[in-house]
């Protein structure tokens, strides 16, 4: 049996996801448990109850993923997760999972940073071919990714304040739409105009750094203030323009990037690359500003938290001989690509 098989643990936040992926590319299984309801609620992911679902769900989740598979502990290579970046007490749950098996199968264990994680969910869909850049978007990160080489990565930019995920689910609050609410801004943002004009920060600067924490407070200074006047603003309209904003700077920066550092493919990474707005826009504009490059935008359920790009990640590590974890690996909340 050649098949390269890993078994792939992801838990940093409010997922719990468990993937059997073959040679580095394939998905035989991804399941994604999501705790979403438990923490709506409280408007946002509460850490020890993060932590509590995890123990609930990880060891049905590791059998539904080797029963889809079809495989077992025995025809497995290695076994990967997720240490950083995240909520140690929700990342040590995939840790002590991934361990026990590792240990108790003699298996190597392969350590896997969230982030290469959400760049190589690109390879679950067409091969990739180096120099890429990524760009990386999600509820905790927003960062521009130059990677010359496999798993050899080299920040370009990142965001100074906010992450655009962070901030859309801010701003969602502002709008009464629940934890997270990226998605259903999304939605709204595709029935309006961008009429206000929101300020477009650090988009003509000579770097690759984002802010959007400007864009948060004209956002919700314009609502409050509308509320004062008793005066009701169009929802759609502020979703719209909210969008726009985000869109134009992000897209801006990253042809700013690819100007600058020639590449093959783009990769857009985590779950704010779901965005049906920045997905077209992106779209639209490599065609005609950079059609030479490649765009890889990841289908939707590969774009938030699972487990299958941790396993794609892993067989990329495997290839290049990076070292294994040991009995030691403990989870590093704020782990750096
Ligand atoms: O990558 P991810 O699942 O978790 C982190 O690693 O952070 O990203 C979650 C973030 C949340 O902030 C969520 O609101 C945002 O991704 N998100 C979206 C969309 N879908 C999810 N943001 C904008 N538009 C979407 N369609
Ligand atoms: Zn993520």
Excluded: W
Aim: aromatic share 6%; glycine share 8%; net charge negative.
């Amino acid at each position: 049996n050649n098949r390269e098989l890993i078994l792939a643990f992801e838990t940093s936040c409010d997922e719990t996801s468990v993937a059997v992926i073959e040679d580095g590319h394939k998905i035989l299984s991804n399941i994604i448990a999501t705790q979403i309801k438990s923490h709506q609620r409280f408007g946002g992911v509460v850490p020890e109850v993060a932590s509590r679902h995890h123990v609930e769900q990880i060891i049905q989740c590791t059998q539904m993923a080797l029963d889809e598979a079809e495989v077992t502990y025995e025809d497995l290579t290695a076994v990967a997760v997720t240490y950083g970046p995240g909520l140690v007490g929700s990342l040590l749950i995939g840790i002590t999972a991934a361990k026990t098996i590792a240990f108790a199968h003699k298996l190597p264990l392969i350590p896997v940073n969230h982030l290469a994680g959400h760049i190589y969910a690109a390879q679950l869909v067409t091969p990739l071919s180096y120099p890429f850049m990524a760009l990386v978007v999600s509820g905790g990160h927003t960062e521009l990714v130059y990677v010359s080489a496999p798993n050899d990565y080299q920040l370009l930019g990142e965001t100074r304040d906010d992450a655009a995920g962070e901030a859309y689910d801010k701003i969602g609050r502002v709008l009464g739409i629940n934890y997270p609410a990226g998605k259903a801004v999304d939605q709204l943002a595709h029935q309006g105009n961008d009429t206000f004009k929101f300020p477009r920060a650090m988009i003509k600067e000579d770097n690759f750094d984002f802010s959007f924490s400007g864009l948060k407070s004209a956002f919700i200074n314009t609502v409050h203030h509308a509320d004062q006047l008793g005066e009701t603003l169009d929802r759609a309209d502020l979703a719209a323009s909210f969008q726009a904003s985000v869109c134009d700077v992000l897209v801006e920066k990253t042809l700013h990037a690819l100007a600058e550092h020639p590449v093959k493919q783009l990769v857009v990474a985590g779950g704010v690359a779901a965005n049906q707005g920045l997905r077209e826009r992106l779209t639209a504009t490599m065609a005609t500003a950079d059609p030479q490059t490649e765009l890889i935008v990841p289908p939707l359920r590969l774009c938030g938290d699972n487990a299958a790009m941790i396993g794609a990640a892993a067989s990329v590590q495997l290839a290049t001989h990076q070292a294994f974890a040991g009995m030691d690996l403990n989870a590093v909340p704020s782990l750096d690509l």
